[in-house]
């Protein structure tokens, strides 16, 4: 049986900080591979903070099954109607 895992707030936010300085040290510009194209080679790298500004907004995620604009305008069909009085 294995040990039990420490999910405290305390324990979640040294596991955090531990998995940001397991990612930068010893980091180096050459380390880093493209996937698919291996003659492309990084030549900057930049740091990434989550804005506290934005943090409390909600956003939706829309898809549309085709891109706007490439199917014809169908006349028939009219989700919003004009009202005047």
Not at 8 to 25: G, K, P, V, W, Y
Not at 44 to 69: T, V
Not at 75 to 80: A, E, P, S
Request: with cysteine; charged share 25%; net charge negative.
């Amino acid at each position: 049986m294995s040990a039990p895992i420490d999910v405290s707030r305390t324990a979640q936010l040294r596991d955090i900080e531990a998995s940001f300085a397991a990612c930068n040290d010893n980091f180096s510009l050459s380390s880093i591979r493209h996937p698919n194209k291996p003659d492309v080679t990084a030549l900057e790298s930049y740091e990434i903070f989550p804005d506290s500004d934005i943090w409390a907004n909600a956003y939706d995620l829309f898809r549309f099954s085709e891109r706007p604009g490439e199917r014809a305008v169908d006349v028939g069909l009219c989700f919003w109607r004009a009202v005047t009085f």
